[in-house]
């Protein structure tokens, strides 16, 4: 349950019949049915989330991360620098991203972070932060799936 709405309350939003509205959001949870984009947009709108959430293939895996970045590095050398960091006993590697609206993202994300170690903000204004981010970019065109 997410938002206080059951997948059997999802489905029925949806348009499902009543029977089998539960039913439909447990296939799309298990990947077992895709929901078209429309669809997409539709959950997205009624929990209250940012679409981009169901639409990025996302990464599960450190293995997959790596992979992710190597696969940029690859199309952009210049846009990673590692560096060993100096205060570290475990030889921590730090990354640099060279490339301004990253940094912007980051340094928003580090911004976050930190409200929510000095409590200024709770776990839950956290996760919702996330699931909106970024909030500038939530009323654009989806025409990727």
Same mark, same amino acid.
């Given at each position: $349950? ?14 499902? @019949?009543? /029977?089998?509205?539960?039913?439909? %959001?447990?296939? #799309?949870? /298990? @990947?077992?049915?895709?929901? *078209?984009?429309? !669809?997409?947009? +539709? %959950? ?7 679409? +981009?959430?169901?639409?990025?293939? @996302?990464?599960?895996? &450190? =293995?997959?991360? &790596?992979? !992710?970045?190597?696969?940029? =590095? ?12 100096? =205060?570290?006993?475990?030889? !921590?590697?730090?990354? !640099? &991203? +060279?490339?301004?609206?990253? $940094? /912007? #993202?980051?340094?928003?994300? &580090? @911004? ?5 170690? =000095? ?6 204004? #956290? ?9 500038? *970019? +939530? *009323?654009?065109? #989806?025409?990727?799936?």
């Amino acid at each position: $349950m997410f938002r206080n709405i059951t997948q059997k309350e999802l489905g029925r939003r949806l348009g499902y @019949g009543e /029977s089998s509205a539960d039913v439909r %959001i447990a296939q #799309y949870e /298990s @990947g077992q049915r895709t929901p *078209k984009q429309e !669809t997409l947009i +539709r %959950i997205a709108e009624i929990l209250e989330v940012d679409v +981009r959430n169901f639409l990025s293939p @996302g990464i599960a895996t &450190m =293995d997959e991360l &790596m992979e !992710t970045l190597f696969w940029m =590095d690859e199309e952009n050398r210049g846009l990673f620098h590692l560096f060993l960091l100096n =205060d570290s006993e475990s030889e !921590t590697v730090g990354i !640099t &991203m +060279r490339d301004k609206k990253t $940094m /912007s #993202y980051l340094q928003e994300w &580090m @911004g976050k972070k930190q409200k929510l170690g =000095d409590g200024r903000i709770t776990e839950e204004e #956290y996760l919702e932060w996330k699931l909106h981010w970024p909030e500038d *970019k +939530r *009323k654009t065109e #989806y025409k990727t799936v």
